[in-house]
């Protein structure tokens, strides 16, 4: 817990101090004199409470002592402005005039005000206000350890994998969360849903790792998913097919050791598996319907792939996933001795799943869904990307509207 003291008597800012200390020995506490220097320190950084003495000067030995200072101080504090508003503000005083100075406008925003007497009385009520912040911050501690913020966050290596959300749904971009784009939804239950979604903006394990950990974090979805394209092991999908990562192998984790002619890498991936979890139901619901129960997306996907592709199917099937494009035919090789039923091939499922699983704030439940655009060989190009794109968002799409229970 961060405290911030601002009083203008170093006798009372160190007993404050000893308060704190009494109720929570961990507290980091700053203490300043006067209105300049609470100001100062609120634009540095966030404080859990602030307590502050309703009469000090704007600058300490320089003009009147007044509640003045404190007032305009108190307006900028809740005028939106580059000060961070501490999460709690006491007032304090001796002067039983200055309370009633405080405007209304300025005192309804205080948690309360405690008088200074002679007797000691003052410290009793001041921690007991220090232990219900105290309190409240483990509220929210575990709140954010256990409790859901937003309903749905979906997440793309790269921009163009996120494009067609922009169709779909209706983003606004997040004032507070650059990158992040709002909006809502309606679920199969015909209630309003709120979603966000982001593009990393570039591909790599690393990265989907870090930008999936730290905005599962914020957000604290219920649901989590992954959408883009990918590379398909040839003989167990089809270009155009749309793969649901059983499970995310991460193939080029282990050690290079020497060989004959060259070195060898020998795997030792940890395989992270959504089997058991309600994503994985609902994908084999998936995989069992068949592509035709969702509306337009076959049609969708022959108009934007120029025709090319024709029969695509919807597949649960484990993805290898590593810190760099696949082209050759060995590597693919390598992998499917990993296991035998590889379909899908990328470079951020792994980390994905991973922060999904591991993450510090109430866990998602959470899923990959991508679409084959090439065969992993050294022709591969561009051409299915939007296509592929376009099918993994109208299926993610499917889910969060047609299949999945929000409540």
């Not at 020995?25 to 859990?48: C, P, Q, S």
């Not at 002592?65 to 307006?75: D, I, P």
């Not at 060259?262 to 609902?282: D, F, M, N, Q, V």
Request: with cysteine.
């Amino acid at each position: 817990m961060k405290i911030l003291v601002v009083h203008d008597r170093s006798e009372i800012a160190s007993q404050i101090r000893d308060v704190v200390v009494g109720v929570s020995a961990a507290a980091a506490i700053d203490i300043v004199e006067d209105a300049v220097g609470a100001r100062d320190k609120l634009t540095e950084d966030y404080f859990d409470l602030m307590i502050i003495d309703l009469t000090i000067a704007n600058v300490s030995g320089r003009g009147e002592v007044s509640y003045q200072a404190v007032e305009g101080l108190l307006e900028e504090v809740f005028t939106p402005s580059r000060i961070f508003a501490p999460g709690n503000i006491v007032g304090i005083t001796r002067d039983p005039d200055a309370l009633k100075r405080v405007s209304t406008k300025i005192g309804s925003h205080l948690m309360s005000i405690v008088r200074e007497d002679d007797e000691g009385g003052w410290q009793t009520e001041l921690a007991d206000r220090i232990s219900y912040v105290q309190l409240s911050q483990r509220a929210r501690s575990s709140a954010w350890l256990t409790k859901h913020d937003y309903d749905l966050f979906i997440l793309s290596a790269l921009d163009k994998e996120l494009r067609p959300l922009q169709s779909i749904f209706e983003l606004s971009e997040q004032r507070g969360l650059p990158g992040v784009f709002d909006f809502v939804f309606n679920d199969r239950e015909g209630r309003v849903r709120r979603a966000a979604c982001a593009a990393i903006g570039r591909a790599g394990q690393a990265s989907a790792a870090a930008e999936a950990e730290g905005l599962i974090c914020q957000l604290r979805p219920k649901l989590a998913i992954m959408v883009g394209f990918c590379g398909g092991v040839e003989g167990k999908v089809q270009l155009g097919d749309i793969l649901v990562a059983e499970t995310a192998i991460d193939w080029d984790f282990g050690k290079w050791k020497p060989n004959a002619s060259a070195a060898k890498l020998y795997s030792r991936p940890e395989p992270i598996t959504i089997r058991g979890s309600t994503t994985h139901r609902i994908a084999r619901r998936l995989v069992d319907g068949g592509i035709g129960r969702i509306d337009g997306l076959q049609e969708g996907l022959f108009r934007r792939s120029a025709k090319e592709i024709t029969s695509p199917s919807i597949k649960l099937t484990p993805f290898a996933s590593g810190s760099a494009v696949i082209a050759d035919a060995n590597v693919l090789e390598t992998l499917r001795g990993l296991n035998e039923d590889i379909g899908g091939v990328d470079m951020e499922s792994y980390g994905f799943y991973y922060a999904s699983r591991y993450s510090r704030a109430a866990r998602a439940e959470f899923m990959c869904i991508k679409s084959v655009a090439d065969h992993c060989k050294p022709d591969k190009d561009d051409r299915l990307h939007e296509a592929c794109c376009y099918a993994s968002a109208e299926l993610a799409h499917h889910i969060v509207t047609r299949e999945w229970d929000f409540s």
